[in-house]
C-alpha cells in the first residue's frame, strides 16, 4: 500500500510502530518529519490513470459539459473557496458532511458581498492619476511613488461614452489614493469591470489580476484579509489595464468578503485523471473521497454530448470507531443565471426505472423564468436559459430540498436531512442568498467498510447554437424536435443505467491515455496530457445539423473563451486539433465544416478562409473585425491533409476540393512573403514578412498537394510539393539569421528569432519540404533561450503560448531536448500564482498569466502522441 507523509512516498505495510519507525530512518526522510503539519495520508484512492504527484493544478475541473456548464475548483482546496465557472463567477456547489451531529464543510465555501470599502469611480466622484505609457519606474504601484507629474482624470476609463476619463491606447496605469477610518474583519473582495485584463495593487501588493472582458461589476475574492492589505488612514490602490481590440475600458472598487462559518474538512489528498477527479478528507474520525466523473470518452458521441455527469461519495471510518454519518450536496441556481438578481423557478419531479435493478429517479431543476432561449452572445457570459438539473436514487436515505442556502444549511446541521418547505414553482429574486437545489444522505452508522453513494448534475440548455439562423439541438437531442421535458428526463435514466459501465470505462481510458502519453513523451509530457483533456472537449459544443437526406451531422463548435467569444474560431481549431485527431477525426470534421460550408455556401465570398462564424452561441457569420488570410488558409489546408493522414484516405477533402483549391491559390500568390497583416501570434503587434506564418503558407500548399496524391492526381502532387520545396529553399536565405545560429522572426531581419512551430506537420505528415536541419538548427537555438517558465513565443516580449512550446517541442530529435522544452510548462502549471483553469499564454520570466483561459486550444497538448 502507498502512503504519503507530506511529500514522501512511503511503500508500506503495518507490522507494529516499531517497524514503521524503522523504515522512516532507513529511508532517511526524517526532513518529512521535521514538517510540522506532517500527516499520513493513504493514497490507495488515487485515480487509475492518474497524472503524477509533481502536477499541481491551477484549477480543478469538476463539471465539464460545455463552454456554459463547465464548474471548476480554483486552487488547492476544494473547500477553500466557491466553486466556479471558468469566468472565475460563483457557481456553487455546497457539500458538508455531518458526523457524529458535528458539521464539515468538504467543498465549497459562498461568498457573499459584504461592506463596501472603496466604491468604483462609476458609483463616486474621486480624482485619480494616470498615464497610458509604460512608467519608467517599476515602483509605480508603492505607496510612496511620486506620480505628481502624471494626468488626472476620473474612472471609469474607457472609449465608450459613458466613460469619464477617454482611454484609447493599448495600456493604462492608474493610481487612486483613499482614506478609510476602519476595516471591517473578512477577507477582501474586488469588484472591477474591464476589457480585456488588469493587475491590482494595494499599498504595492499585488492582490489579483483578471483577463477577458466584464463590461458588469464582476466579483473577485482575493483569498487575503482585509487588514492584511488596507490600513485605517491613507491607501492606493493602483492597476494596470491592457486592451487587445474593441471597446475598453476599466474601473475597480473594493468591498468585505461574507461566508459562512463553518468548519472545514481536512483535505488529505488530491488526484486528476483524464475524465475524473477525486479528493480526500477526513473529518471526525471519518474518511470521504468525492470523485467527480464527466464520461468525455470520444467513441461514444452520445454519451461525451449527454449533459449529465457524476459526483459520488466513499465514505469510511479511519479511527477504529462507529460513527453516525450523513452527507449534503447542494448546486446553486446561479449556474442557470447570467447576472444576480435573475428571476428563477423550480420544479421537481420523478423518472420511473428502467429496470428492475435499478430505483426511480428523483430530480430537482431550476431555471430562469423568462427563459430567453439563444437570447444573447459574448465571451464573459453564462447561460440564462434551460434548466440545471440534480438527481439522485429514490432511495429511503435520500431526501431533497429546494429553497435558500443558509435554510437548507441551518436545517441540516439540526436534522441531518433536507426537507422541503416551499410549494415549488413560484419565482424567487435571487439576492444575497441563492435558490439551492440540495440533497441529504443518510449513511446511517459508518464503520471501515466504505459506503457509496452518488449524484447526478446535469443541464439541459433546449436549444444550443443558432447556426445561420437554424436554432440547433445537441448531439443528444437530435431526433427531438420538440425540445420536451421527457427528452432530459430520458437523459437522466440513462445516465443513472450506465452509471456501473462509465465508471469502468472512465478509468480504463484513463489508464490507456496515461500510458499513451507516457509512451510518447514522458512523465511531464502526460501530466500535461491528463490536465487538458477535459479542458479542450468542455470548451466545445456538440450539435446535431440536421440533413437534407439521411442521419443528422455532428458539429462541434468551438467557443473562444476569454479572447473574444468567437465561435468556430480557425486559429483556436488549428492549435485545438491534435487532440481529436488522436481520438475522434469525426470531431474535427465537426470543427471545420462550419468554415468551409459559410464558404461554399455563398455567405463568405472573399478568396480566403474565414476567421470564424460568429459569437458563440450565435454562428450566423464572421463577427471578428480583422481578416487573417494566410493564416486561415494555411490552418484549413493542413488540417485537412492532417485528417487525410490519420484516415488513409483523402475523401473528406474530396467534398471540398473547389474551396480547398480557392485557398492553395490564395497561399501561392499571397502567403510565402506574408503582407503586414493579422496572425494568430500578433500579441506583440502586426508584423510583415512573418518567418513563422510564411512556414505556414508553405505547408498549406505542401498539403494541397499531398492531398492530391491521396487522390490520385499525381501531376497536381508533384508540382505543388515541387513548390512547397521551391519555396522553402528561398525561405532558408530570407529567413537565415547572419549567426548562422537560427533562423528570424520576419525575412532579413537579423537578431530576431521566433517559435517556427508550424514546420511540425513536415515532420508528422513526412513531407520533407524543409531539410531536417532547419528544426534541428532551431531547437538547438530555443534550448539557449529558455526561461523559468517556457520558452517565449518570439524575441519581441518575454510571453509564450504554451501550446506552441508543445508544437515546437515535438520538432525535437531526443527525448531529452523534448524534456527540457516542456518541463518548464509544468512548472508553470504548479507554480503560476493565478490558480484558474489553464491559460494557454504567460509570462515566461515570473509565471503570471498573460490572458486567456479554460480555451480549448491546450488540445494541441496531444501534439507528441500524433508523432
Not at 65 to 94: A, C, E, K, M
Not at 322 to 339: G, M, P
Not at 375 to 402: C, E, F, M, Q, T
Not at 828 to 852: I, M
Request: aromatic share 10%; net charge neutral; proline share 6%.
Amino acid at each position: 500500500m502507498l502512503y504519503r507523509y507530506n511529500n514522501c512516498v512511503i511503500p508500506f505495510s503495518f507490522k507494529g510502530k516499531l517497524v514503521f519507525a524503522l523504515f522512516l530512518v532507513t529511508m532517511n526522510i526524517t526532513d518529512c518529519l521535521a514538517q510540522p503539519t506532517a500527516r499520513l495520508t493513504n493514497l490507495s484512492a488515487a485515480l487509475p490513470g492518474a497524472a503524477s504527484a509533481a502536477l499541481n493544478p491551477p484549477a480543478t475541473p469538476l463539471i465539464t459539459v460545455d463552454p456554459y456548464t463547465s464548474i471548476w475548483s480554483f486552487g488547492d482546496q476544494l473547500n477553500d473557496q466557491p466553486t466556479r465557472h471558468w469566468t472565475g463567477r460563483p457557481h456553487d456547489l455546497n457539500g458538508l458532511i455531518r458526523v457524529d451531529g458535528r458539521l464539515y464543510r468538504f467543498m465549497g465555501n459562498p461568498m457573499f458581498a459584504g461592506d463596501t470599502l472603496v466604491r468604483p469611480g462609476a458609483r463616486v466622484t474621486q480624482e485619480a492619476r494616470f498615464q497610458t505609457e509604460a512608467p519608467d519606474n517599476d515602483r509605480w504601484m508603492q505607496p510612496d511613488f511620486d506620480d505628481s507629474h502624471w494626468l488626472r482624470g476620473l474612472a471609469p476609463f474607457g472609449s465608450r461614452p459613458t466613460d469619464r476619463t477617454p482611454w484609447k491606447t493599448p495600456d493604462i496605469w492608474v493610481r487612486r489614493e483613499v482614506m478609510l477610518d476602519q476595516l471591517p474583519k473578512g477577507r477582501l473582495l474586488v469588484s472591477a469591470s474591464y476589457n480585456d485584463n488588469y493587475e491590482l495593487f494595494i499599498n504595492g501588493q499585488r492582490v489579483a489580476q483578471a483577463s477577458g472582458v466584464s463590461a458588469r461589476y464582476e466579483l473577485t475574492s482575493t483569498n487575503r484579509a482585509i487588514s492584511e492589505l488596507l490600513k485605517p488612514g491613507r491607501n492606493v490602490i493602483a492597476f494596470h489595464s491592457q486592451n487587445f481590440g474593441g471597446q475598453q475600458f476599466v474601473d475597480v472598487g473594493l468591498l468585505q468578503e461574507r461566508t459562512l462559518d463553518l468548519r472545514a474538512a481536512t483535505q488529505t489528498g488530491k488526484s486528476m485523471s483524464a475524465t475524473q477527479s477525486r479528493y480526500t478528507f477526513e473529518a471526525g474520525g471519518v474518511g470521504l473521497t468525492v470523485t467527480f466523473m464527466a464520461p468525455l470518452l470520444m467513441d461514444n458521441l452520445d454519451v461525451l454530448s449527454r449533459p449529465v455527469q457524476y459526483v459520488s461519495y466513499q465514505v469510511r471510518s479511519i479511527d477504529g470507531q462507529q460513527h453516525r454519518v450523513e452527507l449534503y450536496q447542494d448546486a446553486s441556481s446561479d449556474i442557470a443565471i447570467d447576472n444576480p438578481g435573475q428571476t428563477v423557478t423550480w420544479r421537481r419531479g420523478r423518472v420511473a426505472a428502467s429496470s428492475a435493478k435499478q430505483l426511480p429517479l428523483n430530480w430537482l431543476r431550476v431555471g430562469t423564468a423568462e427563459q430567453p432561449v439563444l437570447g444573447k452572445k459574448g465571451d464573459n457570459v453564462r447561460i440564462d436559459w434551460g434548466y440545471l438539473y440534480v438527481a439522485a436514487p429514490a432511495n429511503p436515505g435520500i431526501s431533497h430540498r429546494i429553497g435558500t442556502l443558509a435554510g437548507a444549511i441551518n436545517q441540516f446541521e439540526r436534522e441531518g436531512i433536507v426537507s422541503d418547505i416551499r410549494a415549488g414553482g413560484r419565482p424567487l429574486m435571487l439576492t444575497d442568498s441563492a435558490v439551492v437545489l440540495s440533497t441529504s444522505f443518510d449513511l446511517g452508522m459508518v464503520s471501515e467498510k466504505a459506503v457509496e453513494r452518488h449524484l447526478l448534475v446535469g443541464y439541459d440548455d433546449r436549444q444550443s447554437i443558432n447556426y445561420f439562423g437554424k436554432p440547433l439541438n445537441a448531439w443528444w437531442r437530435r431526433y427531438d424536435k420538440q425540445s420536451t421535458d421527457a427528452a432530459m428526463e430520458q437523459a437522466l435514466q440513462a445516465a443513472e443505467a450506465d452509471y456501473p459501465t462509465l465508471q469502468k470505462a472512465c478509468s480504463a481510458f484513463d489508464q490507456t491515455l496515461y500510458a499513451d502519453a507516457l509512451k510518447a513523451g514522458g512523465d511531464t509530457y502526460a501530466d500535461l496530457c491528463v490536465l487538458a483533456y477535459r479542458q479542450a472537449i468542455a470548451a466545445h459544443k456538440l450539435v446535431a445539423n440536421p440533413a437534407q437526406t439521411g442521419a443528422p451531422q455532428p458539429l462541434f463548435f468551438s467557443k473562444e473563451n476569454f479572447s473574444n467569444g468567437s465561435i468556430g474560431t480557425v486559429d483556436v481549431t488549428y492549435p485545438s486539433a491534435p487532440l481529436f485527431l488522436k481520438y475522434n477525426p469525426t470531431l474535427l470534421k465537426g470543427m471545420m465544416e462550419p468554415i468551409f460550408e459559410y464558404s461554399e455556401s455563398g455567405r463568405w465570398t472573399k478568396p480566403f478562409a474565414a476567421h470564424d462564424v460568429g459569437t458563440y452561441p450565435i454562428a450566423t457569420g464572421q463577427t471578428y473585425g480583422e481578416d487573417m488570410p494566410v493564416e486561415e488558409c494555411g490552418n484549413m489546408l493542413v488540417l485537412t491533409a492532417a485528417l487525410a493522414h490519420v484516415e488513409g484516405n483523402a475523401n473528406y477533402a474530396r467534398r471540398h476540393w473547389p474551396v480547398l483549391t480557392t485557398w492553395v491559390e490564395y497561399l501561392k500568390k499571397e502567403g510565402f512573403d506574408p503582407a503586414n497583416q493579422l496572425c494568430t501570434d500578433d500579441f506583440a503587434g502586426h508584423i510583415a514578412r512573418n518567418a513563422n506564418l510564411s512556414i505556414k503558407a508553405i505547408m498549406g500548399i505542401a498539403s494541397y498537394g499531398y492531398m492530391a496524391g491521396k487522390l490520385g492526381d499525381k501531376q497536381t502532387e508533384t508540382t505543388y510539393l515541387t513548390l512547397a520545396r521551391d519555396m522553402a529553399r528561398k525561405w532558408m536565405e530570407l529567413a537565415k539569421d547572419p549567426s548562422g545560429t537560427h533562423y528570424t522572426l520576419t525575412f532579413e531581419n537579423p537578431g530576431t528569432w521566433s517559435q517556427k512551430y508550424n514546420l511540425v506537420w513536415d515532420k508528422l505528415l513526412g513531407l520533407n519540404i524543409f531539410p531536417i536541419e532547419v528544426a534541428q538548427q532551431e531547437v538547438a537555438f530555443y534550448l539557449t533561450k529558455q526561461q523559468p517558465f517556457g520558452l517565449p513565443l518570439d524575441s519581441r516580449r518575454t510571453y509564450t503560448k504554451s501550446d506552441w512550446i508543445v508544437w515546437t517541442a515535438t520538432l525535437a530529435t531526443t527525448q531529452a531536448d523534448f524534456e527540457a522544452l516542456i518541463q518548464p510548462i509544468r512548472r508553470f502549471v504548479t507554480e503560476s500564482p493565478d490558480r484558474v483553469p489553464l491559460n494557454d499564454w504567460h509570462e515566461t520570466t515570473n509565471g503570471h498569466k498573460v490572458g486567456f483561459q479554460a480555451r480549448s486550444v491546450v488540445g494541441g497538448y496531444f501534439i507528441k502522441m500524433l508523432e
